[in-house]
């Protein structure tokens, strides 16, 4: 578990006095937020969130933030401050709390009901997972810490305030102004607007829509499009969604209701969080309307609602297995109607695609955004209401974070037509050193971080050697080269041999094999004193069967040369 | 070259006397289209397309249609007919010209053009490449073929009408209605419904954008917007767009001339793209404009417009490599601008995303669809053109073509809205055989089709063995296991060894690796009589070692055992 923390040095840094600012992630891959807040002796943590692997990852489950930063320093970090229930901003808890020291976790209801489920899971003391309300106020070390309320696409979101003898700074993670959320959530403006007059040095705040101009519509618009949906449907109806979106499974168990269907919640995320979100109090629903999986054989397709995990084609996901009749409880029928209630993001494009084209096949009613209006609303603000947000805080400097650069740069373009110049708008990286003092924020220099990759049982075994030798046989293949060497002669005793994996198709291709084995014992012959200089031997192979195999096939495998002395 | 040529049966065919129509390539996976007629003693091929890989298809370079149905029929194919210049209509005649006997090609004037630089590449002979016109009428054996043009992203876009005394067939692949197209080719409204007039039994139709309601916008909008960036470029100006869309570049090039500014065409396709459409006369440009790609440096950026290849994102292409800063005449610069006229396929969003973040952190000014509207018009007909043309031809029968399953759905949904029914709308697969006899379509059974991967230099050698090889290695790795047995004494010499590559991080795994050695040690001696037995050896060291590495890393790398025997 340790591995992470391999000790590295900060870099460039010049160690400014003030507040510094550091985000560990959550700039440029929008997931796997994690902000840090040192001030002398004090750290506060801002989120401490999951990423998801890009396509390079090849295997890879998923990616935490890097926090060898604070592999000395644990004895400062005075609580993690939680903004929201997601998991790119809650879901590194349970891989990285015990290493930062078990330091207090404060986070509002809903997320502390999620991260308990969490800690649970991971066999983790849960006494440290500390209720706050949008009145409490922190003190944890130099920091003193308010909260105020904001709409976002899971209930109990909130801006951070963090106050300092070096300054003021308003922590905006993802937020948007919606004024008829199903939660009935609103955004605070009235109290955003009073730290904004207490005068704010520097706001960091969600980038990720910012491309998009205007208004988000509300949330409101998609009930009655599930009611649509559902007056149409013949057969079980089922809504897929991010299990976190409270509001939206509030929506279709609406509909359910006044359709007389019974609701069945599939897919572990999607029980587990609806078992969170119902036993808190932020889901109504009336008695007798819910179903375990195991019953829904007994209930007529048409009076039968499924709220199911996989709205991204997830592969393993209940979805993904129900299309693919591989789930033990969901059977999909050419009359039922699935419907898409989440927009992928980019990586998960085609997987959704394939999804929607085999449900499609099956012969169900497919409804997905490109083809249904009013399926699924952002989470995240547009350019107006970031525009809103902006003007109430007037903060003296910008620094997006939850969003690509081109993100970042196209919210730089939306505050500087408001009049904020260039460099009052801080576009940074993961590791960079933000320092804020006496009114004044500049880079400092940076942290270096990487990902750290979660594999199977791994967190942070895998490393970028594994990674490019797993991308190159994935294009290219293995040839395995196993050259039997008598130690005593430094003869080669008997014939090389080679095997392939991934590279042709071993049986169509025995010629070229053989050419190359023939290869590799010239090349062995002309170096004979040499054989038993392993590192020469290795090279040696590996370059003539580079050449080799380009020429023939235009393709370049790993050359793995075994050189087994007997 | 003749591997795909592997004989395999037809399927469950009944030989339904009538026009037999089979999809070769095109259905499902939008690109490769190849469309096959059959009467008789006659085959008419319409289109010859290339496709692309998607993400499972593992280093795999192309994809090209499966002919082997073919095998025993080249002596019946009369030709092959274009139904316009895109790569995945024509970039598969290459591989596949000559396996198919080398029958006569049919082509409008850009095609020919297009299809004469791939056939002079890959050194085939060029005398079979027949130019035709929009008049042209065709005998080719049983069938009389005619033409009409449409709008669509390229030139020289047509319909193709195929009368046989068993039926009369319209091909509508790719198009558009566009009333003020760039080239001035529009829609030939009058000639189709005549041909409609004339009765159709049945129409092929590309459904790609049927989920999209209403109609596209004019190409015409986007010349404006190029003259609104070029304005207020500092910089200079770099367009990328598919290298085939030649109006595209046409309106590119009127703001250059507007502007002052010089041209260069940057990246292999593009160039030889420009060369043909020009030297055709599809593309208006004065003489002294265009500058080769070694001037660029003496001319100031402020004067420069370069027109690039790579407008997916695509690694290898002109301008990921400039933004690499690796490409030999383009460096981009802080007040460039680069402006995306092309919207990226599912498959290729992550691409052109990672692509625009890098040039947004150059400081160049990047435009895109997210960002900036009027940047591209698709050049695939939405529900409202598709319903026009549907009402111009009113064929008894329809074939949606070229689009995914979903949306083949959306089309039927479409036009049983106008009045046909759900039966007399196919929605086939790829390989499905489809007979047209007295009036009457009905599919009757299969012929297999899989995919042919291009892999390199191989063609049709790379097959699924390996690529689920390529699989496995891409997410968990490979695990050799190297025992040295005395073929003798059935003994095992000296110590098994294990090699691993993108399993885990070999140094710092030293233990679990020392471990699984010890396991098939001891596994070996338990079954000391059957070591010679080398299929129950490499079994046996498979299950041992799989089941030793789920339990401790919960990854499945491939294991492959390898017995020297000495």
Not at 445 to 466: A, M
Not at 472 to 496: A, F, K, N, W, Y
Request: aromatic share 6%; charged share 25%; net charge negative.
């Amino acid at each position: 578990m340790d591995k992470q923390f391999k000790p590295r040095g900060e870099q460039n840094i010049s160690n400014l006095p003030g507040l510094r600012i550091i985000p560990l992630g959550g700039i440029g891959d929008v997931t796997k937020n994690m902000y840090l807040y040192e001030l002398g002796n004090d750290i506060v943590i801002v989120d401490c969130g999951l990423g998801f692997p890009d396509e390079a990852m090849l295997g890879i489950d998923l990616v935490i933030p890097d926090v060898s930063y604070l592999e000395n320093k644990k004895d400062k970090i005075r609580g993690i401050v939680i903004t929201h229930a997601h998991d790119d901003h809650i879901g590194g808890l349970p891989y990285l709390w015990q290493n930062l020291g078990e330091p207090p976790i404060y986070a509002q209801k809903l997320a502390t009901g999620f991260i308990k489920v969490k800690f649970t899971e991971a066999n983790l003391p849960k006494g440290k997972i500390n209720m706050v309300g949008l009145d409490t106020e922190l003190q944890l070390g130099a920091f003193k810490i308010s909260f105020y309320q904001v709409s976002h696409s899971v209930p109990d979101s909130t801006g951070v305030v963090l106050e300092t003898n070096a300054g003021r700074v308003v922590h905006q993670a993802d937020f948007k102004i919606d004024w008829t959320p199903v939660s009935g959530q609103l955004t605070d403006v009235g109290r955003v607007a009073y730290f904004g007059d207490c005068g704010v040095d520097l706001m960091l705040i969600d980038a990720l829509r910012s491309e998009r101009s205007g208004y988000n519509i509300s949330e409101k618009v998609i009930q009655p499009t599930f009611e649509k949906i559902e007056k149409e449907a013949e057969g079980k109806v089922l809504i897929t969604t991010t299990s976190s979106n409270i509001g939206r499974i509030q929506q279709a168990i609406n509909v359910a209701i006044l359709s007389g269907r019974k609701v069945a919640m599939i897919g572990r995320s999607m029980e587990n969080n609806f078992q969170v979100a119902r036993d808190l109090g932020y889901l109504d629903v009336p008695p007798g309307l819910i179903v375990i999986p195991e019953e829904i054989k007994r209930i007529p397709d048409n009076k039968l609602m499924l709220i199911i995990a996989g709205a991204f084609g997830q592969p393993g996901s209940a979805l993904s297995r129900a299309a693919n009749n591989d789930h033990r409880f969901v059977t999909i029928k050419p009359k039922d109607s699935v419907v898409f209630s989440a927009d992928p993001i980019p990586s998960t494009e085609s997987a959704q695609h394939a999804l929607i084209d085999k449900l499609s096949k099956i012969g169900a009613n497919v409804y997905y955004t490109a083809l249904t209006d009013a399926l699924h609303v952002s989470g995240h603000a547009a350019a107006e209401e970031l525009k809103l947000m902006v003007n109430l805080v007037r903060p003296k400097y910008l620094l997006p974070i939850g969003a690509t650069f081109r993100q970042m740069r196209a919210f730089a373009d939306i505050v500087c037509e408001m009049g904020w110049k260039r460099e009052e708008v801080l576009l940074v990286d993961d590791g960079q050193v933000v320092v804020l003092n006496n009114g004044k924020v500049q880079t400092d220099g940076r942290v270096e971080v990487r990902n750290v990759y979660i594999d199977g049982l791994g967190i942070g075994d895998v490393g970028n050697v594994v990674l490019r030798d797993r991308q190159v046989m994935s294009e290219e293949g293995i040839v395995l080269v196993i050259v039997p060497v008598d130690s005593r002669t430094s003869q080669i005793v008997g014939e090389p041999d080679i095997v392939s994996r991934g590279f042709v198709f071993e049986k169509a291709s025995e010629e070229l094999l053989d050419q190359a084995k023939r290869g590799v014992k010239a090349a062995l012959a002309d170096h004979p004193d040499a054989i038993l200089d392993w590192r020469f031997t290795r090279h040696h192979i590996e370059e003539v069967l580079q050449e080799f195999f380009y020429k023939e096939t235009k393709r370049r495998p790993l050359i793995l040369p075994v050189i087994v002395e007997v």
